[in-house]
């Protein structure tokens, strides 16, 4: 069965202290992996795809990085307003499925 | 440019009543996939809806249904209502069917 595993549940973390966030998947047919930003009752609101192994992609303090069984959220010097639930989505063959997230906090 | 759009923010509902949720699409997508977010969890992918479709579906029981209209928005309706159907319901609009989505704000229901 198709699953994806977000780790850790929760992360605190001081402004400036870098850290990663991991998702791990198990999909047949891997069409796409996803990651979003989610603020407390909103909507996720979309950051990176990620295609194939190997690939990367940069927006502003985030880095994404895929292999063919996890994915990384590397955030580097991060700031208050980083703060947020940052969720990992896989698009299989027959829908898209997200992990339960990673609720990031990051103190001033 | 109108991002994704949905109506009501917010409902409150009895056990056993039905409720429709509607959702417009951003500009220049034409599929609109819906998910279910209970507390605490990430969303869990109710259905897809493309060229008035249905064309994937998840887990979940027959008494949610949806359609698509010909201008490319769509509604989600849930029959006779559980408590357990209580959760923030996202749409989400792509330009085709594996492509990344961008999603609304949300449709907050309480059933009572």
Known sequence: EDQVTQSPEALRLQEGESSSLNCSYTVSGLRGL????QDPGKGPEFLFTLYSAGEEKEKERLKATLTKKE??????APKPE???TYLCAVQARDDMRFGAGTRLTVKP | DAGVTQ?????????????TLRCSPKSGHDT?????QALGQGPQFIFQYYEEEERQRGNFPDRFSGHQFPNY?????VNALLLGDSALYLCASSRDREGEQYFGPG??????
């Not at chain 2, 609109?32 to 279910?36: A, H, L, P, R």
């Not at chain 2, 928005?73 to 309706?77: A, C, F, K, M, T």
């Not at chain 2, 449709?107 to 009572?112: A, D, E, G, K, S």
Request: hydrophobic share 35%; net charge positive; glycine share 2%.
């Open chain 1, 34 to 37: 996803f990651w979003y930003r």
């Open chain 1, 71 to 76: 994915s990384f959220l590397h955030i580097t």
């Open chain 1, 82 to 84: 980083d703060s947020a």
């Open chain 2, 7 to 19: 109506s009501p923010t917010h409902l409150i509902k009895t056990r056993g009543q039905q409720v």
């Open chain 2, 32 to 36: 609109v996939s819906w998910y279910q």
């Open chain 2, 73 to 77: 928005s769509s509604e989600l309706n």
């Open chain 2, 107 to 112: 449709t907050r229901l309480t059933v009572t």
